[in-house]
């Protein structure tokens, strides 16, 4: 039995236990990840998608909000989506990349379309796409990538709203996730303030 500190989320009419995992000294997270479920995606595509302006395009950062771009894409009849991947890979042509930290992964981190998605992008209405936005420094990168390659940002999504990121008012969120720390005399987790 594992002795794991979890938080309950409850989302588009489901429940789950996310393991609270420290990942900086003093800081630490629900871990959310939507890769392998399948339930979980389908029941907020649609409530995301159905909050979003037109759009001619998702976009969404390398690789767990894949599988929510995919099923929104389908619910809004989108016949392609985009992937800003974190390595230039020897296929892409005239690749278009920038860099990123973001706090689960801590250290510099490349983000790239390849030139024919950053030429699909040019003049075209386009929705960022995240499973969890907290400092937002993955997103304003995958910003900084659609602008770049001339798109036009009209939003920006996620599943859910992590810490600060909750009182952001140009986000488009589902439920808000609170950030945790170390109780001092007990070892135990509590909601992070601020």
């Known amino acids: 039995m ?5 938080y309950r989320l409850k989302i588009a009419g489901l429940e789950r236990e996310l393991p609270i995992v420290e990942v900086a000294p003093g800081l630490a997270i629900a871990s959310f ?5 399948a339930e979980l995606v389908e029941a907020v595509a ?4 159905q909050r ?15 599988p929510l771009v995919q099923e929104m894409s389908r619910i809004l009849g989108l016949k392609r989506y985009l992937v800003a991947r974190k390595s230039v890979k020897p296929y892409m042509i005239d ?3 920038t860099e990123v930290v973001s706090i689960t992964t801590q250290k510099k981190q490349v983000l790239c379309f390849d ?4 030429a699909a992008v040019r003049g075209k209405k386009v929705a960022i ?3 969890v936005i907290s400092t937002g420094a993955s997103l304003q990168a995958v910003e900084h990538l659609v602008k770049t390659a001339g798109g036009v940002v009209v939003a920006r999504a996620a599943i859910l709203a992590e810490g600060e990121a ?5 986000i488009i969120f589902l439920e808000k996730l609170p950030l945790f720390e170390p109780e001092r005399t007990t070892g135990r987790y509590v909601v992070k303030n601020g």
């Open 2 to 6: 594992s002795t794991t500190p979890t």
């Open 33 to 37: 990840v939507i890769l392998g479920d």
């Open 46 to 49: 649609p409530e995301l998608a």
């Open 52 to 66: 979003l302006p037109p759009v001619d395009y998702l976009v969404s950062a390398e690789a767990k909000g894949i």
């Open 95 to 97: 690749p278009l990349v």
């Open 115 to 118: 030139g024919k998605d950053a």
């Open 129 to 131: 796409v995240d499973d």
């Open 166 to 170: 909750a009182g952001r008012e140009d």
